[in-house]
Nanobody, 129 residues
Framework: QVRLVESGGGSVQAGGSLRLSCAASGYTYRSYCMGWFRQAPGKERDGVATIYTAGTATYSTYYADSVKGRFTISQDYAKNTLYLQMNSLKPEDTAMYYC???????????????????WGQGTQVTVSS
């Protein structure tokens, strides 16, 4: 079974930084997608960033326009861990953050492709002004 466990959330002042981690296990595909999503209270779940792994290397990444230039998605393949480095945080970044994994589509790892994927339990990020 696929298991994803997020960590690293917390409270931070606007302009600060956090690094989220997602420990993955039970996923043995050579080519796969992983991603970070977030959901604020009363809002829909939105894709933040995704990463397409082919073999043991990053093939491509996706970032939502709202986080481009501030967030960086990466993986430590030896540790089977996904990261989201979040810099210059804004109050609008406040949300529950989830990691997920799915198989790549013909177009890589767009957020909509994670609908049938596996999800972690989430970690809360709160950014104060």
């Amino acid at each position: 079974q696929v298991r994803l466990v997020e960590s690293g959330g917390g409270s931070v002042q606007a302009g600060g930084s956090l690094r989220l981690s997602c420990a993955a296990s039970g996923y043995t595909y050579r080519s796969y997608c992983m991603g970070w999503f977030r959901q604020a209270p009363g809002k829909e779940r939105d894709g933040v960033a995704t990463i397409y792994t082919a073999g043991t290397a990053t093939y491509s990444t996706y970032y939502a326009d709202s986080v481009k230039g501030r967030f960086t998605i990466s993986q430590d393949y030896a540790k089977n861990t996904l990261y989201l480095q979040m810099n210059s945080l804004k109050p609008e970044d406040t949300a529950m953050y989830y990691c997920a994994t799915t198989l790549p589509s013909g177009s890589g790892c767009p957020p909509h492709g994670f609908s049938s994927g596996n999800w972690g339990q989430g970690t809360q990020v709160t950014v104060s002004s």
